[in-house]
């Protein structure tokens, strides 16, 4: 061993990694997209756009069959009056009287016929539910709120359809 030439580090170094089995995000992202694998088979996507297509497609199909008077929105509405009169009843407070109940009554049924037959447009039900939703509010239904909603109800089932002719209107005189 001389002095000027000392002796040879040992090498240190490691052997190469073993290639990865899967491509690290920066090789992934770095490599050009023609070298790139899909993520999912071409049938996936295609598969799933049209999937969706189709659904909306009877999505709205379906609610324009209901609303062109399929019946559908009227059995749904005949439906909930039937569930919000037990409500009704189950929430009316001890100072609605018989002939209160017995008026509602009357009023719920005749709006069910008229909605089944299609005499009341379910566009004209608003000032009826938004009644109904301020009368359970507070889980309370006092004899006023019942007054007001077999109001409403008298009123839809009496109003006419529009183009309709009030009777006797349209006759030549006699």
């Known amino acids: 061993m001389d002095s000027q030439n000392p002796d040879p580090l040992p090498d240190t170094s490691l052997p190469p990694p073993p290639p990865a ?7 992934y992202y770095a490599s050009p997209a023609t070298d790139v694998s899909p993520l999912f088979p071409r049938w996936v996507p295609l ?8 659904v909306l497609v009877t999505l709205f199909a379906g609610g324009a069959i209901i609303l062109k008077g399929g ?8 439906f909930f009056f039937q ?9 009316m407070s001890r100072d609605v009287g018989k002939p209160d109940r017995d008026a509602l009554d009357a ?6 016929d008229n909605i089944s037959a299609g005499r009341v447009g379910l566009a004209t039900l608003q000032p009826l539910l ?3 939703g301020n009368a359970v509010e507070d889980k309370k239904v ?7 909603i077999t ?3 008298h009123d839809l089932n009496n109003r006419r359809p529009p183009g309709s002719l009030a009777p006797g209107a349209g006759r030549p005189p006699e």
């Open 21 to 27: 089995r899967f491509p690290v995000p920066a090789d």
């Open 47 to 54: 598969g799933c756009g049209w999937l969706a297509v189709v």
């Open 71 to 78: 019946g559908g929105a009227g059995r749904i509405i005949d």
């Open 83 to 91: 569930s919000v009169g037990g409500d009704l009843r189950q929430m």
């Open 107 to 112: 009023e719920m049924k005749m709006l069910h």
């Open 130 to 132: 938004k009644s109904i």
């Open 142 to 148: 006092s004899a006023s709120e019942v007054r007001q």
């Open 151 to 153: 109001r409403i109800m």
